[in-house]
């Protein structure tokens, strides 16, 4: 089955720095990938998605990449504010299957 | 706002007991998922209904059961409980429209329920 990894597992940046968080999955077949930001006390809630059709997809100061050769997606937060801070989960899913979630990072935006 | 309502939002018990947590999908969505999230950990999960039937399992003990009610509302049951099953669980829904469940679509979660166990 399906396995995501997700590093780093903590991350420390100052404000306006960037943030980037990859992930890795096994699944070949796997065509969908979002991102979720689960803030304090909050249910995670979707900021961007990547279908395996596009390399590169880019909402404001949020971005995601995806290699299909490598198997590998990544989150890029750029100009990082105080509300960034939060835990950023990836996830992979094929079609009719499934998500399956990386173990989550821990994004810290320092003042 | 999700649009996915889980009561109570937080519950404390004893070891031994059981209890129920209910999860109410967006308005439409046939798909419901329920994950465990224990403490500085990911969403490991558990069941998932579609339309009134189980369609997929994931590491739920036995000492958990699920249910879809046919007004698409599900409910959780937690038994005999441990300390360690201390923790939030989140519903979350998917499937608006969609004649079978496929999971293409976006998972939308609820605000969970904390359950911690003494």
């Known amino acids: 089955g399906e396995n995501v990894e997700q590093h780093p597992s903590t991350l420390s940046v100052q404000e306006g720095d960037s943030a980037v968080i990859k992930c890795t999955y096994s699944d070949s077949a796997s065509n969908y990938f979002p991102w979720y930001k689960q803030e304090l006390g909050k249910g995670p809630q979707l900021i961007i998605d990547i279908r395996s059709n596009v390399g590169e997809k880019k909402d404001q100061r949020i971005a995601v990449t995806l290699n299909k050769t490598a198997k590998h997606f990544s989150l890029h937060i750029t100009e990082t504010q105080p509300e960034d801070s939060a835990v950023y989960f990836c996830?992979?899913?094929?079609?009719?299957?499934?998500?399956?979630f990386g173990p989550g990072t821990r994004l810290s935006v320092l003042p | 706002d999700s649009g996915v309502t889980q009561t109570p939002k937080h519950l404390i018990t004893a070891t031994g007991q059981r209890v129920t947590l209910r999860c109410s999908p967006r308005s439409g969505d046939l798909s419901v998922y329920w994950y465990q999230q224990s403490l500085d950990q990911g969403l490991q999960f558990l069941i998932q209904?579609?339309?009134?039937?189980?369609?997929a399992k994931g590491n739920i003990l036995e000492r958990f059961s699920a249910q879809q009610f046919p007004d698409l509302h599900s409910e959780l049951n937690l038994s005999s409980l441990e300390l360690g099953d201390s923790a939030l669980y989140f519903c979350?829904?998917?499937?608006?429209?969609?004649?079978?469940?496929?999971?293409?679509?976006?998972?939308?979660f609820g605000e969970g329920s904390r359950l911690t166990v003494l």
């Open positions: 979350a829904s998917t499937g608006r429209g969609l004649a079978q469940p496929l999971n293409t679509g976006e998972l939308f």
């Open positions: 209904y579609y339309n009134g039937e189980e369609r």
């Open positions: 996830a992979a899913r094929a079609y009719g299957q499934n998500f399956v």
